[in-house]
Each structure stands twice: as structure tokens, then as C-alpha cells.
């Protein structure tokens, strides 16, 4: 079992950054790959960014490429994710998620978190 807590969201003007982090309990953390998804209101939770096991691969959406940066520490139990030139379009409920493997696909992953709000202001 993992339960995972997001934190750093928050209210920001475009432009702007905001660092997300996700604090992992349990020992089996560093066994699985780490996404990052968003949900606006009245869209669908939408994958933004994943991470393997390792750290070593890295998967982003298209529309965040170049801007945001997914990492993590498995000696922390820490997975972050570094949002740059933030646009109200990433105005979002972010959630950090666990699966068995990197993938985009929301079914894959069986753990998540509560979520955390970012607010990008125009």
C-alpha cells in the first residue's frame, strides 16, 4: 500500500512557476513508475507526465514539453514536478499517481493522491 500527498499549488500569474511536490509512504515507492496528471472542471483527468522507477525515463504530454520537468528522490519518497511559463490553460487539480510501469494512461495507475489546485491568472 502507498498513499500519496501532493503539496505547492497555489495561485500564480502566467509566466510564473510552481514547484509540486508528492510525498510517498511505504517501502515499496521506489518499485513504481510516478505520473502526474490534471483535471480541469468539466474535463477528463488528463495525463501531463511520468517518471520510471529509476528516474532515468521521462514521458510528458505535448503541450508541457520544454515547460515542465518531472523528477524524483527514492530516498526521500519524493516525486516533483517543475511547472515554468505556466499558462491559465494548466489551471488544474493536480494529482500525482503510482502504476507498475511509465505510462500516459489514467487506468494504469492504482494509487493516487488527493490532489493539489493551480490556479494560473491571465
Known amino acids: 500500500q502507498v498513499q500519496l500527498v501532493e503539496s505547492g499549488g497555489g495561485l500564480v500569474q502566467a509566466g510564473g512557476s510552481l514547484r509540486l511536490s508528492c510525498a510517498a509512504s511505504?517501502?515499496?515507492?521506489?518499485?513504481?513508475?510516478m505520473g502526474w496528471f490534471r483535471q480541469a472542471p468539466g474535463k477528463e483527468r488528463e495525463f501531463v507526465a511520468a517518471?520510471?522507477?529509476?528516474?532515468?525515463?521521462?514521458y510528458y504530454i505535448d503541450s508541457v514539453k520544454g515547460r515542465f520537468t518531472i523528477s524524483r528522490d527514492n530516498a526521500k519518497n519524493t516525486v516533483h514536478l517543475q511547472m515554468n511559463s505556466l499558462k491559465p490553460e494548466d489551471t488544474a487539480v493536480y494529482y500525482c499517481?503510482?502504476?507498475?510501469?511509465?505510462?500516459?494512461?489514467?487506468?494504469?495507475?492504482?494509487?493516487w493522491g488527493q490532489g493539489t489546485q493551480v490556479t494560473v491568472s491571465s
Open positions: 511505504g517501502r515499496t515507492f521506489s518499485t513504481y513508475a
Open positions: 517518471v520510471s522507477w529509476s528516474g532515468i525515463n521521462t
Open positions: 499517481a503510482a502504476a507498475g510501469k511509465i505510462t500516459p494512461v489514467v487506468s494504469d495507475y492504482f494509487y
